[in-house]
């Protein structure tokens, strides 16, 4: 099996503004919500930022590069049996983990009825595995989580509980013995990310993984009460071509500093929609 060149940055895994060209409204939600198509691809926006899109011909498969950094954290979580998603988008990790993972149980909170009603219609989600609720108070009613996605934004910015400890604390007391925390995050700075990279260190006792998206502003931390530590890269090749998970463009960490693995910011995952009119 070819080792993936985890350096390869000179193209982006997928280019907001080449791929989602030609796009025809399928639906529109006041004041900010919108799907859109075009010949190969379905996509959400809020407002004119992409929040996921979805390869009409392969549902299930991860089209944002975020999205396979964040999958990468099944390497430390073989056997999820209660995952958890904080911010829906439109469904991908649902889709993802109904054809990776179809004996785990997943369910997903959602605060905007307009994004579910979304995800519903057009990107094949199952109304029993979503919940509309605010992240930041729901998070307290859950326990025993082997796998916590936190994907939360409005537009291109986090919502106010991404900033308050409390809420990082509650996503942690969450998490079963082994379970495993995900964040996806637009850090506005480096000092910014190193204050949550810091506070996850504090509170688990235990070095956080960063990964890049190069070309994109995204960082992933992946966390837990265990120490986690890249394997070498020939296991980890296979696990993500058993996963359908892509690692030639991401940058996986090295070693373990937080602010070291700020790059320039570019695109986000959740970029400018090329469908807006």
């Keep these: 099996?070819?080792?993936?060149?985890?350096?390869?940055?000179?193209?982006?895994?997928?280019?907001?503004?080449?791929?989602?060209r030609h796009g025809e409204l399928l639906y529109w939600?006041?004041?900010?919500?919108?799907?859109?198509?075009?010949?190969?691809?379905?996509?959400?926006?809020?407002?004119?930022?992409v929040q996921t899109v979805m390869d009409l011909s392969n549902p299930q498969h991860?089209?944002?590069?975020?999205?396979?950094?964040?999958?990468?954290?099944?390497?430390f979580c073989p056997q999820p049996r209660q995952v958890l998603e904080l911010g829906l988008g439109g469904g991908a990790m649902q889709r993802y983990f109904s054809q990776q993972y179809p004996q785990a149980n997943m369910h997903s909170i959602e605060h905007s009825l307009a994004v579910i009603q979304s995800a519903l219609a057009y990107f094949h989600l199952n109304a029993n595995q979503v919940t509309q609720a605010d992240a930041g108070h729901s998070i307290k009613q859950h326990k025993h989580i082997d796998l916590l996605l936190v994907d939360l934004f409005s537009s291109q910015t986090h919502p106010a509980c991404l900033w308050q400890p409390a809420f990082h604390q509650a996503c942690l007391n969450t998490l079963s013995s082994q379970g495993i925390l995900v964040y996806n995050l637009l850090p506005e700075s480096p000092q910014q990310l190193a204050e949550w990279f810091d506070f996850l260190q504090q509170q688990?006792?235990?070095?956080?993984?960063?990964?890049?998206?190069?070309?994109y502003q995204n960082k992933v931390l992946i966390c837990a009460s265990f120490p986690l530590a890249?394997?070498?890269m020939a296991r980890l090749a296979v696990f993500a071509n058993d996963h359908d998970i892509n690692l030639n463009y991401l940058a996986l960490p090295t070693s373990f500093s937080g602010a070291e693995h700020i790059a320039p910011a570019r695109q986000s995952a959740t970029g400018k929609s090329p469908g807006r009119r």
Excluded at 38 to 47: E, I, S, V
Excluded at 62 to 75: D, I, T, W
Excluded at 204 to 215: E, F, S
Aim: proline share 10%; charged share 15%; glycine share 4%.
């Design 29 to 49: 939600h006041e004041p900010d919500v919108f799907v859109y198509q075009n010949q190969a691809y379905r996509w959400l926006c809020l407002g004119d930022t």
């Design 204 to 215: 688990t006792g235990n070095t956080p993984l960063c990964i890049d998206v190069p070309h």
């Design 62 to 75: 991860l089209v944002l590069p975020h999205q396979h950094a964040m999958a990468l954290s099944l390497f």
């Design 1 to 20: 099996m070819k080792i993936p060149n985890t350096q390869v940055q000179g193209i982006p895994l997928f280019e907001l503004n080449k791929e989602l």
């Design 230 to 232: 890249i394997p070498e």
